[in-house]
DNA sequence: GGAGGGTGTCTAAAAATTAGACAATCAGCC
DNA sequence: GGCTGATTGTCTAATTTTTAGACACCCTCC
């Protein structure tokens, strides 16, 4: 229990706050919340957050979400491991398509079932990328780029920015 | 004109892939189709495909497109930078919310508008990360890495698989 | 047949990585 | 307060990797 670290909620309704604070205080160690989008760069540089969940339906009568979406994209410039999961009305589908292009991790649409919010919020840490080996992200790296080159190993040793000797031995040592 | 490189369509009608072949001629080099779904890997393990659009629903009366979630995650697995577009039924968003989780890049619902297809196509297309060099991504790696430690270098180094000392290095050298 | 681009291999010099050590600092704990 | 363990910043010398440059060879295109 308690083992899933940190969470930053952003709701600009204080009802839904105090709900979510009550909801996940027993499953994360340290609940932070939010009504002010502004405040979440901040928040995320003076601390480690390990999840954010971001609602998109800001203040009433604002264009559709789109707000929300900048929110999102900010945090992912900034954060782009950290997951984010948004909450979206029930109706507003769309929305939540947008998010997903946008790199969110997930939606759950309101009204919201408490148990299937936890649950969601537990697979998206749980999937988690671990961190690999730096010599493995540089072989995935290197695949990438030589499969982008079409098997050239000239060009794609030029765009990786090494010589192609290197990338022979990196390619001899490591598989 | 044609320089958007090598596209593989998979469909289980032909009539559609017919279709997708007189539409698609004009902007891709080369357009592959099949309508079997097995096929997928080996023809892209023959050349090198730089977009994927795949139809999600299989088969007559099959069970709602899990088999087109099957083949999406077989490509994603194997070629994970390869884009994966979806078609699907105009009425199962469920489905294609599914699809962008697993790791697609968009998807367009049938009946579809042959120039909203070949946009998002375009758009996935020009929107393709570039490699980057081996020395970004690594410091990119890095990041995560002490990220992921909440600031603990001995740790974060241990994780990379180098020592101390070359984080230090690599961390001074850039930037 | 020639030109241009790509490959595989080699050398010697330059640079990075390693293990190991050291004192200084910071944390929690008795 | 004082102890202990972990972490940091810095150093050295040995080892390994990377680099620039060169060479012969194999393609393909014209």
């Not at 909620?9 to 609940?31: G, H, K, P, R």
């Not at 491991?81 to 939540?96: F, H, K, N």
């Amino acid at each position: 229990m308690k083992s899933y670290g940190t969470i930053l909620v952003i709701d600009d309704n204080v009802a839904i706050l105090t709900a979510m604070s009550y909801l996940l205080v027993d499953t994360f160690e340290q609940v932070l919340t939010t009504t002010q989008p502004d405040d979440i760069l901040k928040l995320m540089a003076q601390q480690p957050i390990d999840i954010v969940l971001l609602d998109m339906n800001f203040a009433p009568g604002v264009n559709s979400g789109s707000e929300g979406l900048l929110w999102l994209r900010a945090i992912r410039k900034h954060h782009p491991d950290v997951p984010v999961v948004l909450l979206t009305a029930y109706a507003d589908v769309s929305l939540a398509v947008k998010g997903l292009k946008n790199g969110a991790s997930d939606f759950i649409t309101k009204p919201w079932d408490n148990g299937e919010l936890l649950h969601k919020l537990k697979d998206v840490l749980d999937m988690q990328s671990e961190i690999v080996s730096l010599d493995e992200m540089e072989m995935q790296h290197i695949r990438r780029a030589i499969d982008h080159c079409h098997g050239n190993l000239s060009r794609a040793a030029e765009m990786l920015g090494i010589t192609r000797q290197t990338l022979y031995n990196k390619m001899k040592r490591l598989d």
